[in-house]
């Protein structure tokens, strides 16, 4: 019985073969890295023993078929850098969200909003959507995902403020969310994300002062707050760059050469970014 079809990074051409869907007792198909073109057919839905379905870095075309739903054991879903569109709320409802861990829609034509069932994604560790056309705001929901460890929502058009929820994801290394519209304050629960190694908040609208519990955030290596937004910004990182061990940052940007309109005080530790 076949389970496994890895042909990644292998060249391929064409569309996926209709005799490819009958087999159904496949846990993992792997064509990632290809110059795979058509659309994904509704046939995909067949395969409801796949765990892992990895189509990434091709050229497929067309919306995203709601047949994925009927892939109800599926954990690893991977389709970023392809010609795909569709309505972001809509994918995600159709996908069954318990047993996701691994989600990378990155790089793609998607639209609408992040729907607040995402708050059902108890196993989820990766959510990648960077490079969409998402809109509207964050939901609070995100915070009920306490297994997160990655999340990329940059460049898009999310807008409204940070939730304060996202400070229950000890676990995360990353959050990344530059390029957006978000507004307000950056919430002081920021610093309850303790496992921040990468935080990039920049080419926002935020504003008011940097909190003081940045300085609890004592693995981040790199933080960026600047970029051409922010600009309203303004406070101390000199409690921050004095929790934290200056040799293993390899990045901290408030972008100096804006300092006068971020009204950000900086510390010596800040000008690596310009060494």
Not at 49 to 72: A, Q, V
Not at 181 to 209: C, E, F, Q, R
Request: charged share 15%; aromatic share 6%.
């Amino acid at each position: 019985i076949l389970v496994d079809i890895d042909l990644s990074n292998n060249l391929l051409q064409g569309s996926l073969l209709p005799e490819l869907f009958f087999l159904t007792d496949l846990t993992a198909l792997r064509l990632s890295g290809n110059k795979l073109t058509g659309t994904i057919p509704r046939e995909i839905g067949n395969l409801n023993s796949l765990i892992s379905l990895d189509l990434s870095i091709n050229e497929h075309s067309g919306t995203l078929p709601s047949e994925l739903g009927r892939l109800t054991m599926l954990e690893y879903f991977n389709v970023q850098r392809n010609s795909l569109k569709g309505q972001i709320h809509f994918i995600l409802n159709n996908l069954n969200l318990s047993k996701l861990i691994w989600i990378s829609m990155a790089e793609l034509s998607l639209t609408g909003y992040i729907p607040t069932e995402i708050g059902y994604m108890s196993n989820l560790e990766h959510l990648d959507l960077h490079h969409n056309l998402l809109d509207s705001t964050l939901p609070t929901e995100i915070g009920n995902i306490r297994s997160l460890q990655y999340i990329d929502i940059s460049v898009n058009s999310v807008s409204g403020q940070l939730p304060t929820e996202i400070g229950v994801l000890t676990l995360c290394t990353l959050f990344s969310v530059h390029t957006n519209v978000l507004t307000g304050s950056i919430p002081k629960h920021i610093g309850l994300m303790t496992s921040l190694i990468t935080m990039d908040l920049s080419a926002n609208k935020l504003s008011g002062v940097v909190p003081w519990e940045f300085s609890q955030l004592t693995k981040i290596e790199y933080l960026n707050l600047g970029s051409g937004g922010n600009a309203q910004l303004y406070g101390s990182l000199v409690e921050f760059c004095e929790s934290i061990v200056v040799s293993d940052i390899t990045y901290i940007g408030v972008y100096m050469h804006d300092i006068s309109h971020t009204q950000l005080i900086d510390c010596p530790c800040c000008s690596l970014e310009n060494a």
